[in-house]
Structure formats: structure tokens, C-alpha cells
């Protein structure tokens, strides 16, 4: 299942080459409809599909995932209605009243069965040895597709994450902040500094100073809701998008939280937050960003070790 999402395609546009796949399977086959499937925990996703026009179904419903159980084989299915596997399949017993069955399972470098390139038909058929490569030479293309659109997610990621903390880094927070402003105010946005953290690296060096930043990385991660995102900007300055308005008691938590873990370090290191509540949107994503950052040393310049947040209200008209 871990192999499985991290091509990121279970909800997900197909592939233009995967739709000629299934056109070219069911061509070469004289098999009516053609299907890529990945079959999930609980359910299988036609990832391309000819023929049909449903986008998944239940996993129980599933030829496939009786294909996956034997990845180094093909599953080859005369009549459905007489193989006690699938013989009480709802696609079998009702419409479109499912009979032959050719599946290929989909097997990436790892070895595991992701699912199945598959050809169908509602009459009785038989499937020769050369039907049977055929579909094989298919599935590789298959295979070599999710492979490269898995490298390019993998690449594209990298490219928004930072390396040392593992956080989103400035371009995919910026990116965030453009999708937030067009989708509406209501959102908040903290900033934040690590106070003392120069003289910790240069009392201690910049590997214990790494070790201060994935301690304030970890906070972050526990502060986040499933729809926040949390970054590092560059340095030791962190920023945490929040869908959400509420932003004053988690920034406290946060503040609070990476103090108690310096401490417990025995490093003399606080963080100072500045925060905006955007009910009223801001101009664009950099205009968000400084608005925060002006907060944030307005924290530093009163004293550091706190939070100073304000709301950004939408003006009304008389």
C-alpha cells in the first residue's frame, strides 16, 4: 500500500499514455474493454479504461486483485461465471455480465503487484500464448509509465522540500499562499525565529544548531492540522500556513512547546512568532509573507520569546 501511493495516481488524472494502452489492448485482443488498474486497500481505481465507464469499485468487486495474488503470472479466465473466484462477482452474475478475463499483473522494481492491465469480454473466450505476450509487452509500457510519473512526483517534491528539515521550503510556501488567497480569506499565517540561535552554532557548531532546527521542524509537524503546512524559509526562520483563522492559542503552543525543547537540551534558544489572521485577503503572496515578517520583529524588538499576532479585517462599505 506504501509502494502503491507513492505514485500519487489513486485520485489522479491518467496518463495520456495509458489511455493508448488500453485502446491498443483491446485492439490487438479483440477484447471489447480494456482496463489499468491499481487496486488499493479497499477499493480499485481504473486508472484508464475502454469500455467501461466507472472510474473504481469496491476491492471485493475486483477481478484484479485475484490477478495480484500471483504477480508472476498472467490470471487467464475462460468463463467467469464457472471459476470460483470471481463466479459470484457482481460484474459476473449482473451487468454487463462479465465472462472472459485476461489480467497481467503490474509488478514495479520493487517487486510488488500495484495491479493489472487487463482485457474483457462478455462472451465465453479462449486466449492464445500470443495474446498472452501481447498483453505481457503492454503491461511493461505500463510499468515503465508509473515508474517515470513516480520519479517526476519524487523530483517535483524535492524541489519544494527542504533537505534538512524535511518541512516545505519559501517556493512551495509561496505556492501555498497563492492558493489560499484565491480561495478566500479566513486563513492565518505565523512566522517565526529562533531567538539566541546564532550563539548556539557559534558556541556549539552548526551540527548541534541542524539539531536545533529538526527540534522546531518536529514542533511544527505536531502543530499542523491535516490542511496546514508548515515551512522552513531559509536560516532559522519557519513559517506555518493554517487553513483555519485560530491562530493565537497554537501560536502560544508552538512558542511555549519550542521552548521547552530547547531547554531540555540545556540550549539557551526561544522563539519569537508574528502572525496574521487574513479575513480580509492580502494582495498577493509576498504582500502576506512581509505582513507576518513585520509582526515577527515587531515580537523580536519587544523583548523576543513571544508572539505578536493582529487580524486583518475586511473593511465594509457604508
Known amino acids: 500500500m506504501e509502494a502503491l501511493r507513492s505514485y500519487g495516481l489513486l485520485d489522479g488524472a491518467c496518463d495520456a499514455v ?45 477481478v484484479c486483485a485475484h490477478a495480484i495474488l500471483t504477480p508472476d503470472q498472467p490470471m487467464s479466465v475462460t468463463d467467469m461465471s464457472q471459476d470460483p473466484r470471481v463466479s459470484d462477482n457482481p460484474y459476473v452474475t449482473g451487468p454487463p455480465h462479465l465472462r472472459a478475463y485476461l489480467g497481467v499483473p503490474l509488478v514495479n522494481s520493487e517487486g510488488f503487484a500495484l495491479g493489472a492491465l487487463c482485457v474483457l469480454d462478455e462472451v465465453v473466450r479462449e486466449h492464445d500464448a500470443n495474446m498472452v505476450a501481447t498483453m505481457q509487452s503492454l503491461a511493461r509500457t505500463v510499468v515503465t509509465t508509473l515508474e517515470l510519473r513516480r520519479v517526476m512526483r519524487q523530483v517535483h517534491n524535492l524541489a519544494l522540500t527542504d533537505a534538512l528539515t524535511g518541512l516545505a521550503n519559501r517556493p512551495a510556501l509561496m505556492d501555498a499562499l497563492a492558493r489560499a488567497i484565491l480561495q478566500g480569506p479566513g486563513f492565518s499565517l505565523l512566522c517565526l525565529d529562533l531567538d539566541g540561535f546564532k550563539g548556539l552554532n557559534d558556541s556549539q557548531g552548526h551540527a548541534v544548531g541542524d539539531m536545533a532546527l529538526t527540534e522546531v521542524a518536529q514542533e511544527l509537524r505536531l502543530a499542523c492540522g491535516p490542511t496546514d503546512l508548515a515551512a522552513r524559509l531559509g536560516g532559522d526562520e519557519f513559517a506555518l500556513l493554517l487553513a483555519s483563522g485560530e491562530a493565537d492559542a497554537l501560536a502560544e503552543r508552538i512558542r511555549s512547546g519550542i521552548g521547552r525543547r530547547m531547554a531540555a537540551q540545556g540550549w539557551a534558544v526561544t522563539a519569537s512568532i508574528g502572525g496574521v489572521t487574513f479575513n480580509m485577503p492580502p494582495e498577493d503572496a509576498a504582500a502576506a509573507l512581509a505582513q507576518a515578517d513585520a509582526l515577527l520583529y515587531e515580537a523580536k524588538r519587544g523583548g523576543r520569546n513571544r508572539a505578536v499576532l493582529r487580524v486583518s479585517e475586511r473593511v465594509s462599505l457604508p
Open 18 to 62: 495509458l489511455d493508448d494502452v488500453v485502446q491498443l489492448a483491446a485492439r490487438l485482443t479483440s477484447m471489447p474493454m480494456a482496463l489499468v488498474t491499481l487496486v488499493d486497500s479497499n477499493r480499485q481505481v481504473l486508472l484508464a479504461k475502454k469500455g467501461v465507464d466507472i472510474a473504481e469499485t469496491p476491492r471485493d468487486a475486483s
